[in-house]
């Protein structure tokens, strides 16, 4: 089975530009989670997307969006961008269905590595 | 609010030695509580969840509530350790609160 793919690998951007990042999870899986990895705040939970629809949401601001298709991949957008969204972007994809799940571990793409000039 | 704290960001032992990674939480409720890691090069991955009560790859690790950890240990060593861990905290929802990892280094 494939594992979560994520495209592209890297990006680099500018300040005020968007950026859009993609995610094909693991078949089967509905659920997609998204988490920010900076060497100083560590790894930060973005945003969990389940059936099209956005589950539970960290503490980012509005630029920070995301969506799902009815495939279960799912996408995220940062607008305006910034020096500090400087990032590796994670995406996980798990089994979980309902909103208490306690056996579904989340399995994690490589990233994509976006960087602000 | 929900934290892990990992006291430890560089840990170095050498093989055969025995290893414990540190890691408290903060969390009112029933925490679930993961360990993961990223070997070099390596996605990150589950290497195990207190539900399980299971070893992997020779590392156990126990929820205490009193205490508020789930530190991680293996008895000896060894060189294919060498990774980045990271506690994990989950309360049911599909959204992980992580720590801030430590770096294991298993010296020869």
């Known amino acids: 089975k494939a594992g979560v793919t994520q495209t592209p690998r890297y990006l680099i951007k500018t300040r005020g530009q968007q950026v859009t990042l993609s995610c094909s999870p693991i078949s089967g899986h509905r659920s997609v989670s998204w988490y920010q990895q900076t060497p100083g705040q560590g790894l930060q939970f973005l945003f969990e997307y389940f059936s099209e629809t956005q589950r539970n949401k960290g503490n980012f601001p509005g630029r920070f969006s995301g969506r799902q298709f009815s495939n279960s991949r799912s996408e995220m957008n940062v607008s305006t961008l910034e020096l500090g969204d400087s990032a590796l972007y994670l995406c996980?994809?798990?089994?979980?269905?309902?909103?208490?799940?306690?056996?579904?571990?989340?399995?994690f793409g490589d990233g994509t590595r976006l960087s602000i000039l | 609010a929900q934290r892990v704290t990992q006291p430890e960001k560089l840990l170095s032992v050498f093989k055969g030695a025995p290893v414990e990674l540190k890691c408290n939480y903060s969390?009112?409720?029933?925490?679930?509580l993961f360990w993961y890691v990223q070997y070099s090069r390596q996605r990150l991955q589950l290497l195990l969840r207190?539900?399980s009560r299971e070893s992997i790859k020779g590392f156990t690790a126990d929820l205490n509530k009193g205490e508020t950890s789930f530190h991680l240990k293996k008895p000896f060593a060894q060189e294919e350790d060498s990774a980045m861990y990271y506690c994990a905290l989950s309360r049911g929802a599909q959204k992980l609160v992580f720590g801030q990892g430590t770096r294991l280094t298993i010296n020869p």
């Open positions: 207190h539900i």
């Open positions: 996980a994809s798990s089994l979980a269905t309902g909103q208490v799940n306690f056996n579904q571990p989340q399995h």
């Open positions: 969390y009112s409720g029933s925490p679930e």
